[in-house]
T-cell receptor
Framework: GENVEQHPSTLSVQEGDSAVIKCTYSDSASNYFPWYKQELGKRPQLIIDIRSNVGEKKDQRIAVTLNKTAKHFSLHITETQPEDSAVYFCAQGSWGKFQFGAGTQVVVTP | SQTIHQWPATLVQPVGSPLSLECTVEGTSNPNLYWYRQAAGRGLQLLFYSVGIGQISSEVPQNLSASRPQDRQFILSSKKLLLSDSGFYLC?????????????FGEGSRLTVL
């Protein structure tokens, strides 16, 4: 079946440094790649997404890159802040169905 | 944007008891609806999804069932809960087809089976 692999599972960074999370997928029909942030005990919320006709998208300190040939996409957070601490999920979507990565626990230390 | 109402927020149930979690959606019509389970604070496991009233697809075999009696109402049920049913249940709403886009999640229901 279609799978999404996400790495690393845990990421500890110092405040102000950058964080990078990588995902690979297998379903070549996927055309939508969202990233969700989930704070402890709360619901996942979309932070950024990218469609298959775009290679890169940026929103302030957050950026996502997509390489459809290699079937991988990455989340980049620059100038990390303590409020960036959370679990981040990548996902691939196609025709209303989604596959999620296992999540990355990001800890930003002051 | 869409608003997902989900209840109850928290419940503690004994093994063998029934379960009913309800989800309603505002701000859209004819959405795709989903039930996810999240165990141990990580990983989103798709349980059921629905593309319309009365149309339910099951993704994993289990003692849970889902129903969609109205366009914007999605219900997760069980006749007899197991210990392994404990977890954080999330209802979600989205669009399908070529316009597959953002999934909107409810606040979640934390179920503890004792």
């Amino acid at each position: 079946g279609e799978n999404v692999e996400q790495h690393p599972s845990t990421l500890s960074v110092q405040e102000g440094d950058s964080a990078v999370i990588k995902c690979t997928y297998s379903d070549s029909a996927s055309n939508y790649f969202p990233w969700y942030k989930q704070e402890l005990g709360k619901r996942p919320q979309l932070i950024i997404d990218i469609r298959s006709n775009v290679g890169e998208k940026k929103d302030q300190r957050i950026a996502v890159t997509l390489n459809k040939t290699a079937k991988h996409f990455s989340l980049h957070i620059t100038e990390t802040q303590p409020e960036d601490s959370a679990v981040y999920f990548c996902a691939q979507g196609s025709w209303g169905k989604f596959q999620f990565g296992a999540g990355t626990q990001v800890v930003v230390t002051p | 944007s869409q608003t997902i109402h989900q209840w109850p927020a928290t419940l503690v149930q004994p093994v063998g008891s029934p379960l009913s979690l309800e989800c309603t959606v505002e701000g859209t019509s004819n959405p795709n609806l989903y039930w996810y389970r999240q165990a141990a604070g990580r990983g989103l496991q798709l349980l059921f999804y629905s593309v319309g009233i009365g149309q339910i697809s099951s993704e994993v075999p289990q003692n849970l069932s889902a129903s969609r009696p109205q366009d914007r109402q999605f219900i997760l049920s069980s006749k007899k809960l197991l210990l392994s049913d404990s977890g954080f249940y999330l209802c979600a709403s989205g669009t399908g087809g070529l316009n597959t886009g953002e999934l909107f999640f409810g606040e979640g229901s934390r179920l503890t089976v004792l």
